[in-house]
């Protein structure tokens, strides 16, 4: 059995050591599962904490696939954060790539935001090449 410190989810889903824990401890589940405990407490003041860990700290495959997943269950509180995120080119492209599956997954399940996903996602094509020097 594994004790972590007592403190609230969104203190997990953005703790960078747990993020950096051996694959072989429990312990490295605590984020993951912070993050979706936020996306069904429907915590909409968590999403520019989680998107600073997606910027600061992109570790692969359970960011890729988890926090995109979190982010859309808030909706639209974070279309526009991440709608930035998508065209900052100091981010990370595997970062940016989980904040474009954020928004379409958004645009997909809350019809209500669905133009505001097309817009963000529109502007992020129209930036193109512009958005990171060659």
Known sequence: MVRIQPAG???RATDLSLHECP???SKVWAP???RRALARLGA???VRPLLGVLREHFDGYWTLDDLPSALAHLGTACLDDLGACLLDADVDDDART???EAIKLIGRDHADARPQAIAALTAALGAGNRSRPC
Do not use: L
Request: charged content about 15%.
């Open 9 to 11: 989810p969104r203190a």
């Open 23 to 25: 694959s072989t401890s």
């Open 32 to 34: 993951v599962h912070a």
């Open 44 to 46: 909409v003041e968590a």
């Open 98 to 100: 989980a904040a474009s």
